[in-house]
């Protein structure tokens, strides 16, 4: 039985997607809750994505925002769709040492350059630059086929000979690397943080000399980088970096969204009700509309659910439902966002203040719950900016969310968060 799905609907969003060199990507919507969405199930974002092609075709850019919000999803769209670019995606996030990024920025440019289609379209530059590749020396070897330099060599020779061959070559590249605050900190942790003080500044000083290049560097983060390099003292490593930071979809993009998950689905959902699951969740971030489009499918409902059971739905499937990894996992990685122990009590302190106050919270107010973990004004003194790192960490990781206008009070960023928290602290 072939499905029929609204043909207006269908055709505005088949031409939306043409119109932006993006049709090969639309089928059939599947729910997705788990891994980043590719391919057809991934929500197109066309005027976000070329906004992302336009920043980086201009130079270097942190795409950074909270986790699960459609950062490697958009990531992955560019490298479908990359135009004049070379693109060389790679996940920083399980790299705890400088060795191995190299290695396999090194790797995925052989793999790429190896494609025939890319040898086709950058001709005789392809065969020079596999060559110039081959000699660069890889410490440790990694487990690569090009030649190997002694064990015990740094990564220093392997950084510079990996900016040279990027100097000497004439090719548009941009690599897309995912998770990079991530490696950041389990660099830190596995060897020390001097040894991240010497990749940072090694890092800016390639994209320095790399400006005039046709090679940009897209990095992102689900933990804050901002955050991270200030606990290290870095900052002025990353400040050179443009910053776009990934929005939740508008209310028409989320009613869009949900129309299409819906009928993909054959789940029953009237328009009254896509607004009401907007109101409820208070976020517009895609993960959050798959999860509630999850929770109906699971209901077989036969019929639009009304406002009630939407209400129902919500607060006993979602908030203190058993599937809702997205909150669960927001709650748990509070201790690998804050890794010391006062950062984390006061993380804590703050995210319980706010969800107990419906109005949100002021700066003063988050000095006074500073203030009670901390009374001795001497010892809050050496703690330096502790407070401001913890809510910039917060508002950036998307739990927090400061108002614009004002007394610019501070809330939960979703209402779906807030109320999980409040149960898990009742």
């Not at 328009?271 to 209901?299: D, H, T």
């Amino acid at each position: 039985m072939v499905k029929r799905v609204a043909p207006k609907r269908r055709f505005r969003a088949i031409n939306l997607l043409r119109n932006n060199n993006f049709a090969q990507y639309i089928h059939c919507m599947k729910i997705r809750i788990g891994p980043p969405v590719v391919g057809e199930n991934f929500f197109l974002r066309p005027d976000l994505i070329g906004l992302l092609k336009n920043r980086f075709s201009l130079g270097n850019l942190a795409f950074l925002g909270p986790r699960r919000t459609g950062k490697t999803s958009c990531l992955r769209a560019i490298l479908a769709d990359p135009g004049d670019y070379l693109p060389i995606y790679m996940n920083l996030e399980e790299h705890d040492s400088v060795e191995r990024w190299f290695g396999d920025m090194l790797e995925e440019l052989r793999t790429a350059f190896d494609k025939p289609e890319k040898a086709k379209r950058l001709g005789g530059k392809v065969s020079d630059f596999l060559k110039r590749i081959e000699k660069v020396s890889i410490p440790g070897g990694g487990g690569l086929e090009f030649k190997k330099s002694n064990i015990d060599e740094r990564w220093r020779r392997t950084a510079d000979e990996f900016l040279n061959l990027l100097l000497e070559a004439d090719v548009p590249i941009v690599f897309l690397i995912d998770e990079f605050p991530v490696f950041l900190t389990l660099v830190g942790k596995n060897r020390d943080i001097s040894e991240v003080e010497s990749v940072l500044n090694w890092f800016r000083a390639a994209r320095q000399k790399l400006a005039e290049k046709p090679v940009h560097f897209v990095i992102t983060g689900s933990i804050g980088l901002k955050g991270v390099v200030r606990r290290f003292g870095l900052s002025p490593t990353i400040n050179d970096f443009d910053v776009l930071t990934i929005r939740p979809l508008t209310d028409g993009q989320a009613l869009e969204m949900l129309e299409l998950l819906a009928a993909d689905n054959d789940i029953p959902l009237s328009l009254a009700g896509r607004r009401n699951i907007l109101k409820l969740l208070g976020a517009n971030w895609p993960i959050l509309l798959q999860l509630f489009i999850s929770e109906l499918q699971a209901a077989c409902l036969t019929k639009p659910p009304t406002k009630a059971q939407l209400s129902q739905i919500y607060k006993e499937r979602l908030v203190a439902g058993g599937r809702n990894q997205y909150c669960d996992g927001m709650y748990d990685r509070l201790k690998e966002v804050f890794v010391d122990g006062e950062s984390l009590t006061l993380a804590r302190a703050i995210l319980k203040a706010v969800c107990l106050s419906p109005d949100g919270l002021t700066r003063t107010d988050f000095e006074k719950v500073h203030r009670v973990l901390v009374p001795d004004d001497s010892h809050r003194v050496l703690l330096g900016d502790e407070l401001e790192y913890v809510l910039d960490t917060l508002e950036h990781d998307g739990y927090l969310l400061q108002e614009t206008e004002g007394e610019q009070r501070t809330r939960f960023a979703s209402n779906i968060l807030r109320d999980f928290w409040l149960r898990k602290i009742s």
